[in-house]
């Protein structure tokens, strides 16, 4: 591989960065993790729209970042058609979304293009129709684009683009990653800088994700309610996430709103248990944060804790289901042995080695 590899950083410059923001930064980590030790020398570059956003979220990711002259909504129009801001050196241009860009660099450069996944089909009514507009479009193109390689995060989703005619040499899966800082995170200081007072410690449930209908928080607050009755140690029930589109009713469930990374990580450190039930989720980082702090989980099917015995799996369409879940891991033992347990069922999803498993995609 010769050039640096550059990435399109523009989730992170957008209000609500989401998982592909998460997705984004924490393979830029990873990969400068790499060429510390050594494995990984050609360079790394970001590609961004225009922001006035401060404190700038990029400041702190420790590469060179490109900016282009314009915002994002225009950026992602013109990356249809034109690499703008991409150096006529690089050897990899890595899109994170289907925003693009899939083109420029060197005459031999590589272009790569991460699919977190195929919602806006599975659940169109939970989407918007231009947004699932939008996704289809880009994905045609894609699908049109053979010298384009394409990165899932799950096999299910490596199976159904094959299906759907991408051939199978140009799909590649790769594991994603997770802050560990959540192992050592101060949850009493994240809880009082947000103003929630709370009776005791590790007293209060926490759900984690933008509040909008795929997430399936009614649903949740009501099951959480009612578990409540019979496991008070559950505490309230704690909802940090920017809000999205869509009515949500969210009861008496406590809104933290949009959290930063730090108090997040003091949030998922502090709980009694972490309550994920999305109705469909392309990855699910939340689980995978709590069981590295050794936390208690409860989840619906999603990518991210397949096969994990650790975590407590609950059907998102029922109710009962979901209550069930929630007593049970109100008793779950909370021993050093057990967050142990819970932390070694994700040492391997690491950003070191999401960053690995790019660089195979990339070779």
């Not at 400068?32 to 970001?46: D, N, P, Q, R, T």
């Not at 994170?96 to 083109?103: E, I, N, Y």
């Not at 409860?298 to 975590?311: C, D, F």
Request: hydrophobic residues 40%; proline residues 6%.
């Amino acid at each position: 591989m010769t050039g640096p590899v550059v990435i399109t950083l523009d989730q992170l410059r957008r209000p609500h960065p989401g998982g592909i923001g998460n997705y984004a930064r924490g393979l830029v980590a990873g990969l400068v993790e790499l060429g510390a030790l050594g494995e990984f020398s050609e360079g790394i570059a970001g590609l961004a729209p225009r922001s006035s956003q401060r404190p700038d979220p990029l400041d702190t990711l420790g590469i060179d970042v490109v900016t282009v002259p314009f915002g994002v909504r225009l950026a992602t129009r013109v990356w249809r058609f034109v690499p703008t801001g991409v150096s006529g050196d690089a050897g990899v241009v890595h899109a994170t979304s289907l925003a693009g860009p899939f083109a420029g660099g060197r005459r031999d450069a590589l272009h790569t293009v991460a699919v977190q996944d195929l919602l806006w089909r599975d659940h169109p009514d939970l989407t918007t129709s231009a947004g699932a507009r939008f996704h289809e479009r880009r994905l045609s193109h894609i699908r049109s684009r053979h010298d384009v390689r394409v990165i899932v995060t799950s096999h299910q989703v490596r199976e159904r683009l094959v299906r759907d005619g991408f051939g199978s040499e140009r799909v590649f899966v790769v594991r994603l990653g997770v802050d560990r800082t959540n192992e050592t995170a101060d949850a009493s200081a994240a809880l009082a800088r947000l103003g929630v007072s709370l009776a005791e410690p590790f007293g209060y449930t926490l759900s984690v994700g933008t509040v909008q209908p795929r997430k399936n928080l009614t649903r949740l607050v009501a099951a959480h309610a009612e578990a409540r009755r019979a496991a008070p140690e559950l505490g309230p029930l704690l909802i940090a996430g920017a809000k999205g589109w869509g009515d949500v009713d969210t009861g008496d469930a406590t809104l933290l709103g949009s959290v930063d990374h730090r108090d997040l990580a003091g949030l998922i450190a502090g709980c009694r248990a972490l309550a994920y039930v999305p109705i469909a989720e392309g990855w699910g980082l939340p689980p995978v944060e709590a069981l590295v702090a050794g936390r208690p989980v409860l989840s619906s099917p999603v990518p991210s804790i397949e096969g994990n015995a650790e975590v407590r799996v609950v059907d998102p369409l029922n109710t009962d289901s979901i209550v069930a879940g929630l007593v049970d891991i109100a008793g779950a033992v909370d021993g050093e042995a057990a967050r142990e347990r819970r932390r070694d069922s994700v040492a391997q999803l690491t950003w070191t080695n999401c960053a690995r498993d790019h660089l195979e995609a990339w070779r």
